[in-house]
Every structure is written in structure tokens, then in C-alpha cells.
């Protein structure tokens, strides 16, 4: 039988919950991957939920926007994973995985290496666990590497598994070349020394007054 795991959202600020929440949208999640991947992966269709892009006030919208399938991300195994029995308490195990759907904030993304529909859950695109590739190399004297969820391990023999991911990245879209592109747009200045605008006036906001560009 098909499984479809959930990652709540979670951030280094949380606090212990005391109570559950009355409804969530777990469910509906969960059904809407299930019935679609048991159908086709290729073609995947999963319900009818409008685009974040089409809300301008969504908070984090500018960067969920670009955010698509086949989209290769680093993901912290879950706590839960038992390959984590097998390492050092030191070590912090990640791996590839791939975007699949998008749908509001959430993210259904696949293990790098599951075969078929397996090794596939959905987890919130601001969740604490979820970095762009390259994030481990990156961070390697903090404990961080990279490791395969014990559910695909098998898949392949434990010294081809680096090899094969660094394989199934290259060529493909990172979120890191995404954001690169948008922050250097965004950090673009328009104004040039030498021009003149006008600004408000420090005492009284309702006042424009004449400037001129000294430095950019």
C-alpha cells in the first residue's frame, strides 16, 4: 500500500503544543497524493487550488512563487527515520529529494532514489528541515551529511548512494539558482548619481521636497 507522509511545519522558535488543532488539512493532503500518484506520477493532478502567485499579499509569496516541480532540495531525515539508530547522535543525516506538486505552502516532494510512489511526503516550503542543494556540503563541520532514508536504502549498495544523487542534481533546477537570480534583481538600484527625485521631509511626512542622487 502506497504511503504519503506528513511534515507539520516546524521552525527553531517552536514551542510545545498544548493542545491539537480542531481541523487541519492533513487529510485532504494525504488523499489528494494518494489518489493521484496511484494513478500516474508523470501526469500528476492533484485537486484544483489557486496558484500562491495569485495572491499579492501571501506572506512569503516572492519566494514560493518560483517554487516548482522537479525542483531538487536537501531534507533533514525525520527524527523518526531508523537510519538515524545507525549514526552517531553527532551527526545530522540529509538527503535529495524532488518536488512533485506545489499546493498553497505546502510541497509534495519524493527521496531522491524511491522507487515508484514510495518515499513520497508533503512538508511546508518554510519548514525548518528543508534546504536548498548544496546546504550540507556547506555545513559539513556542524555534523551535517548526507545519508539516505532508511525506507530506500536498500534500493542501491551504501557506497554507490553519493554518487548516484550527485548524478540525479546536476543539470537539474535548484532553489539556490532561483533566489541567486531574483536577489541580484532585487538588489539592482534604478537610481543613478546625479538625478533628481523627491523624498519626504524628515519632520513632516505630508511634505515632499526636492533631492538630488549623491551616492548609490
Known amino acids: 500500500m502506497m504511503k504519503v507522509t506528513y511534515y507539520p511545519y516546524q521552525h527553531p522558535g517552536d514551542?510545545?503544543?498544548t493542545e491539537e488543532a480542531?481541523?487541519?488539512w492533513h487529510?485532504?493532503?494525504f488523499d489528494e497524493a494518494r489518489n493521484a500518484l496511484q494513478n500516474s506520477v508523470k501526469e500528476l493532478t492533484i485537486g484544483l487550488s489557486a496558484p500562491m502567485g495569485a495572491f499579492?499579499?501571501?506572506p512569503l509569496r516572492r519566494h514560493l512563487v518560483p517554487l516548482r516541480r522537479g525542483m531538487m532540495f536537501e531534507v533533514e531525515l525525520p527524527p523518526m527515520d531508523k537510519m538515524r539508530t545507525h549514526l552517531d547522535a553527532s551527526v545530522h543525516p540529509v538527503?535529495?529529494?524532488?518536488i512533485l506538486h506545489t499546493i498553497g505552502y505546502f510541497v509534495l516532494l519524493r527521496w531522491c532514489g524511491a522507487k515508484h510512489s514510495n518515499g513520497v511526503f508533503w512538508m511546508h516550503s518554510a519548514h525548518v528541515a528543508l534546504h536548498?542543494?548544496?546546504?550540507?556540503?556547506?555545513?559539513q563541520s556542524g555534523g551535517y551529511s548526507l545519508v539516505p532514508p532508511e525506507a530506500i536504502f536498500n534500493n542501491l549498495p551504501a557506497n554507490q548512494w553519493i554518487a548516484y544523487a550527485t548524478e540525479r542534481v546536476q543539470h537539474r533546477l535548484t532553489p539556490n539558482?532561483?533566489?541567486e537570480k531574483r536577489g541580484s534583481d532585487i538588489s539592482f538600484n534604478k537610481f543613478r548619481?546625479?538625478?533628481?527625485v523627491e523624498t519626504v521631509h524628515d519632520d513632516e511626512t505630508s511634505v515632499l521636497v526636492p533631492a538630488c542622487v549623491k551616492r548609490v
Open 177 to 179: 539558482e532561483v533566489f
Open 56 to 58: 499579492n499579499g501571501a
Open 15 to 17: 514551542r510545545p503544543k
Open 27 to 29: 487529510n485532504i493532503l
Open 193 to 196: 548619481v546625479g538625478e533628481r
Open 95 to 98: 538527503w535529495i529529494a524532488e
Open 22 to 24: 480542531v481541523w487541519t
Open 132 to 139: 536548498f542543494v548544496g546546504f550540507t556540503s556547506n555545513n
